[in-house]
Protein backbone atom coordinates (compact mmCIF):
# COMPACT_ATOMS: atom_id res chain seq x y z
CA UNK A 1 0.00 0.00 0.00
CA UNK A 2 1.47 3.44 -0.46
CA UNK A 3 3.07 3.37 -3.66
CA UNK A 4 1.47 4.10 -7.13
CA UNK A 5 2.29 2.49 -10.62
CA UNK A 6 4.79 5.29 -11.67
CA UNK A 7 6.99 4.83 -8.39
CA UNK A 8 6.97 0.67 -8.76
CA UNK A 9 8.26 1.21 -12.58
CA UNK A 10 10.98 3.98 -11.09
CA UNK A 11 11.60 2.06 -8.49
CA UNK A 12 12.76 -0.93 -10.87
CA UNK A 13 14.53 1.27 -13.14
CA UNK A 14 16.26 2.03 -10.14
CA UNK A 15 17.28 -1.75 -9.60
CA UNK A 16 18.30 -2.16 -13.25
CA UNK A 17 19.88 0.99 -13.89
CA UNK A 18 17.75 0.57 -16.75
CA UNK A 19 13.64 0.43 -17.42
CA UNK A 20 12.23 -3.01 -17.37
CA UNK A 21 11.84 -2.73 -21.14
CA UNK A 22 11.22 -5.94 -24.32
CA UNK A 23 11.20 -5.21 -27.43
CA UNK A 24 7.96 -6.85 -28.06
CA UNK A 25 5.95 -6.67 -24.76
CA UNK A 26 4.01 -3.16 -23.92
CA UNK A 27 4.81 -3.21 -19.37
CA UNK A 28 1.66 -1.54 -18.24
CA UNK A 29 2.15 -0.21 -14.70
CA UNK A 30 -1.58 0.43 -13.54
CA UNK A 31 -2.03 2.54 -10.10
CA UNK A 32 -4.37 1.65 -6.87
CA UNK A 33 -6.93 4.00 -5.82
CA UNK A 34 -6.68 6.06 -2.68
CA UNK A 35 -8.75 4.24 -0.22
CA UNK A 36 -9.21 4.23 3.76
CA UNK A 37 -6.80 1.65 4.39
CA UNK A 38 -7.71 -0.54 7.58
CA UNK A 39 -4.02 -1.28 8.93
CA UNK A 40 -3.50 2.52 8.31
CA UNK A 41 -6.00 3.38 11.35
CA UNK A 42 -8.41 4.01 8.18
CA UNK A 43 -5.49 7.07 6.84
CA UNK A 44 -6.04 6.77 2.93
CA UNK A 45 -3.78 5.04 0.69
CA UNK A 46 -3.21 3.88 -2.38
CA UNK A 47 -3.85 0.08 -2.20
CA UNK A 48 -5.84 -2.41 -4.62
CA UNK A 49 -8.03 -3.41 -1.79
CA UNK A 50 -8.78 -3.36 2.16
CA UNK A 51 -7.32 -5.63 4.43
CA UNK A 52 -8.98 -6.22 8.13
CA UNK A 53 -4.75 -6.41 9.50
CA UNK A 54 -1.63 -7.66 7.54
CA UNK A 55 -2.02 -11.27 8.51
CA UNK A 56 -2.70 -14.82 6.71
CA UNK A 57 -5.00 -15.51 9.60
CA UNK A 58 -7.60 -13.33 9.17
CA UNK A 59 -11.12 -13.16 6.33
CA UNK A 60 -10.28 -11.26 3.25
CA UNK A 61 -11.94 -7.61 2.65
CA UNK A 62 -13.84 -9.48 -0.63
CA UNK A 63 -15.89 -6.08 -1.49
CA UNK A 64 -12.90 -3.68 -2.24
CA UNK A 65 -11.13 -6.95 -4.05
CA UNK A 66 -14.08 -7.84 -6.05
CA UNK A 67 -14.63 -4.54 -7.18
CA UNK A 68 -10.96 -3.99 -8.04
CA UNK A 69 -11.14 -7.03 -10.25
CA UNK A 70 -13.64 -5.29 -12.26
CA UNK A 71 -11.21 -2.56 -13.11
CA UNK A 72 -9.03 -4.22 -13.81
CA UNK A 73 -10.88 -6.45 -16.09
CA UNK A 74 -11.66 -3.39 -17.97
CA UNK A 75 -7.86 -3.08 -18.32
CA UNK A 76 -7.60 -6.16 -19.58
CA UNK A 77 -10.56 -5.69 -21.99
CA UNK A 78 -8.55 -2.43 -23.42
CA UNK A 79 -5.83 -4.32 -24.24
CA UNK A 80 -7.66 -6.92 -25.90
CA UNK A 81 -9.96 -4.57 -28.06
CA UNK A 82 -6.05 -3.04 -29.29
CA UNK A 83 -5.34 -6.52 -30.59
CA UNK A 84 -3.16 -8.74 -28.20
CA UNK A 85 -4.74 -12.05 -27.34
CA UNK A 86 -5.45 -12.99 -24.12
CA UNK A 87 -2.83 -15.69 -23.92
CA UNK A 88 -0.43 -13.06 -24.18
CA UNK A 89 -1.05 -11.30 -21.30
CA UNK A 90 0.58 -11.72 -18.17
CA UNK A 91 -0.70 -9.97 -14.61
CA UNK A 92 1.50 -9.57 -11.54
CA UNK A 93 2.98 -6.91 -9.27
CA UNK A 94 4.70 -6.66 -5.72
CA UNK A 95 2.81 -7.32 -2.17
CA UNK A 96 -0.53 -6.64 -2.59
CA UNK A 97 -0.21 -6.48 -6.45
CA UNK A 98 1.41 -9.57 -6.55
CA UNK A 99 -2.15 -10.36 -4.23
CA UNK A 100 -4.55 -8.81 -6.23
CA UNK A 101 -3.00 -10.58 -9.34
CA UNK A 102 -3.68 -13.95 -7.71
CA UNK A 103 -7.46 -13.29 -7.31
CA UNK A 104 -7.38 -11.35 -11.16
CA UNK A 105 -6.15 -14.37 -12.45
CA UNK A 106 -7.45 -17.72 -11.04
CA UNK A 107 -10.76 -16.33 -9.81
CA UNK A 108 -11.83 -14.27 -13.45
CA UNK A 109 -9.22 -14.47 -16.17
CA UNK A 110 -7.93 -18.33 -16.21
CA UNK A 111 -6.63 -17.67 -19.87
CA UNK A 112 -3.96 -15.65 -19.50
CA UNK A 113 -0.45 -16.40 -19.93
CA UNK A 114 0.42 -16.28 -16.59
CA UNK A 115 1.11 -14.66 -13.41
CA UNK A 116 4.06 -13.15 -10.96
CA UNK A 117 3.42 -12.22 -7.30
CA UNK A 118 6.70 -10.65 -5.53
CA UNK A 119 6.56 -11.06 -1.68
CA UNK A 120 2.90 -11.42 -1.87
CA UNK A 121 0.47 -14.10 -0.15
CA UNK A 122 -3.30 -15.21 0.17
CA UNK A 123 -5.43 -15.18 3.30
CA UNK A 124 -5.60 -18.98 4.76
CA UNK A 125 -9.56 -19.27 3.55
CA UNK A 126 -9.04 -16.74 0.66
CA UNK A 127 -11.82 -17.10 -2.32
CA UNK A 128 -8.84 -17.82 -4.41
CA UNK A 129 -8.31 -21.40 -2.97
CA UNK A 130 -12.46 -21.78 -3.24
CA UNK A 131 -12.71 -20.63 -6.19
CA UNK A 132 -9.94 -23.16 -7.39
CA UNK A 133 -11.70 -26.19 -5.52
CA UNK A 134 -14.07 -26.01 -8.16
CA UNK A 135 -11.75 -25.87 -11.20
CA UNK A 136 -11.80 -28.19 -14.39
CA UNK A 137 -9.12 -27.08 -17.03
CA UNK A 138 -5.67 -25.65 -17.06
CA UNK A 139 -4.40 -22.68 -14.91
CA UNK A 140 -1.68 -19.92 -15.69
CA UNK A 141 1.68 -20.36 -14.88
CA UNK A 142 2.39 -18.75 -11.32
CA UNK A 143 6.23 -17.32 -10.62
CA UNK A 144 6.42 -16.24 -6.74
CA UNK A 145 9.57 -14.82 -5.25
CA UNK A 146 10.16 -13.60 -1.92
CA UNK A 147 12.99 -12.45 0.66
CA UNK A 148 13.43 -14.78 4.05
CA UNK A 149 14.23 -11.34 5.63
CA UNK A 150 10.67 -9.75 5.11
CA UNK A 151 9.13 -8.45 8.39
CA UNK A 152 6.18 -7.05 6.87
CA UNK A 153 5.16 -9.99 4.66
CA UNK A 154 6.41 -13.20 5.85
CA UNK A 155 8.09 -15.61 3.65
CA UNK A 156 6.56 -18.37 5.33
CA UNK A 157 3.24 -17.21 4.48
CA UNK A 158 3.93 -16.47 0.27
CA UNK A 159 5.52 -19.86 1.11
CA UNK A 160 2.13 -21.65 2.09
CA UNK A 161 0.20 -19.59 -0.69
CA UNK A 162 2.55 -21.71 -2.98
CA UNK A 163 1.95 -24.91 -1.74
CA UNK A 164 -1.57 -24.08 -1.67
CA UNK A 165 -2.04 -23.26 -5.01
CA UNK A 166 -0.15 -26.21 -6.38
CA UNK A 167 -2.16 -28.83 -4.34
CA UNK A 168 -5.30 -26.61 -6.12
CA UNK A 169 -3.52 -27.99 -10.28
CA UNK A 170 -1.29 -24.45 -10.17
CA UNK A 171 2.03 -24.69 -11.67
CA UNK A 172 3.55 -22.75 -9.14
CA UNK A 173 7.09 -21.55 -8.43
CA UNK A 174 8.79 -20.34 -5.52
CA UNK A 175 12.22 -18.31 -5.51
CA UNK A 176 13.75 -16.88 -1.80
CA UNK A 177 16.40 -14.49 -1.73
CA UNK A 178 18.37 -14.60 1.40
CA UNK A 179 18.25 -11.10 4.03
CA UNK A 180 16.07 -9.73 1.17
CA UNK A 181 13.29 -7.34 3.54
CA UNK A 182 9.85 -6.14 2.03
CA UNK A 183 11.42 -4.71 -0.75
CA UNK A 184 12.87 -5.79 -4.46
CA UNK A 185 16.38 -7.18 -5.65
CA UNK A 186 18.08 -7.13 -8.79
CA UNK A 187 18.58 -11.08 -9.09
CA UNK A 188 14.76 -10.93 -8.55
CA UNK A 189 13.85 -8.89 -11.35
CA UNK A 190 16.49 -10.46 -13.86
CA UNK A 191 14.69 -13.56 -12.91
CA UNK A 192 11.40 -12.44 -13.47
CA UNK A 193 12.49 -11.00 -16.97
CA UNK A 194 14.03 -14.32 -17.81
CA UNK A 195 10.21 -15.75 -16.79
CA UNK A 196 8.23 -13.50 -19.12
CA UNK A 197 10.38 -13.52 -21.82
CA UNK A 198 9.74 -17.70 -21.65
CA UNK A 199 6.05 -16.94 -21.01
CA UNK A 200 6.08 -14.09 -23.96
CA UNK A 201 8.51 -15.40 -26.34
CA UNK A 202 9.18 -12.93 -29.66
CA UNK A 203 6.12 -14.61 -32.26
CA UNK A 204 8.09 -15.44 -35.21
CA UNK A 205 6.12 -14.97 -38.46
CA UNK A 206 4.34 -18.04 -39.99
CA UNK A 207 5.26 -17.91 -43.57
CA UNK A 208 3.31 -20.09 -45.76
Given at each position: ???????????????????????????????????????????????????????????????????????????????????????????????????????????????VAGVFALSSF???????????????????????????????????????????????????????????????????????????????????????
Amino acid sequence: AGDTGQGARTWIKEILNQDMAFQHIKVIYPTAPARPYTPMKGALSTAWFDRYKISSDCPEHTETIDSMCHQLTDLINDEIKNGVTKNRILVGGFSMGGGMAMHLAYRFHRDVAGVFALSSFLNKESAVYQALNRNEGVLPELFQCHGTADELVLCSWGEETNKMLKSLGVSASLHTFPNLNHELSRAEIEKLKTWIVKKLPIEVAKTN
